[in-house]
């Protein structure tokens, strides 16, 4: 992302340039004190981890069992919000790792709610709490993986299995 936006535009983009620099700073910095076994356990691998995360979170909280999609006539943004957007529940801890990630559908509703205002704007508004979920339970990553395309007939998402009935 940052390699990108970089070449598109350096100079709007200059932080693009500070976060490569920076990170190629680190990896460097843990390879001369540790080397190569530091940089791949102390950098590469939980770097590897966390991107993962980051994907299946984005993937899960947009692609999971119950998701709604409409077309260009029968889209509204609220429905967008609550139907095609979940609330992931997390312990308190993943939440504040996480900041508060799993309450996307708010954040798609108003993403100028602040992550740590998110679960107060949950409990006060109760209409918020019908927005289908998801878990980081295995069982649940599993139903959210096993999801490939949108099926417009039955309008739902569907796995590889049935796309080929």
Request: charged residues 15%; contains cysteine.
């Amino acid at each position: 992302m940052s390699i990108r936006s970089l070449v598109s535009n350096t100079g709007k983009h200059w932080d693009s340039i500070v976060a490569l620099v920076f990170h190629f700073a680190i990896g460097t910095g843990i390879f001369l004190l540790a080397g190569w076994p530091g940089l791949l356990f102390g950098f590469l691998i939980p770097f590897i981890i966390s991107l993962g995360l980051g994907s299946y979170l984005f993937y899960a909280q947009h692609n999971f069992p119950g998701v709604k999609f409409a077309e260009k006539d029968g889209w509204t943004y609220h429905d967008a919000a609550l139907a095609s957007s979940s609330h992931m529940r997390m312990s308190p801890v993943m939440r504040w790792f996480l900041a508060n990630i799993g309450y996307h559908h708010i954040h798609h509703l108003n993403p100028r709610i602040p992550f740590y205002r998110l679960p107060e704007v949950y409990k006060a508004i109760p209409e918020l709490r019908l927005a289908k979920t998801t878990t980081l339970l295995p069982w649940d990553v599993i139903k959210c993986l096993r999801l490939k395309v949108w099926d417009t007939a039955k309008q739902r998402m569907v796995g590889r299995r049935e796309i080929h009935s």
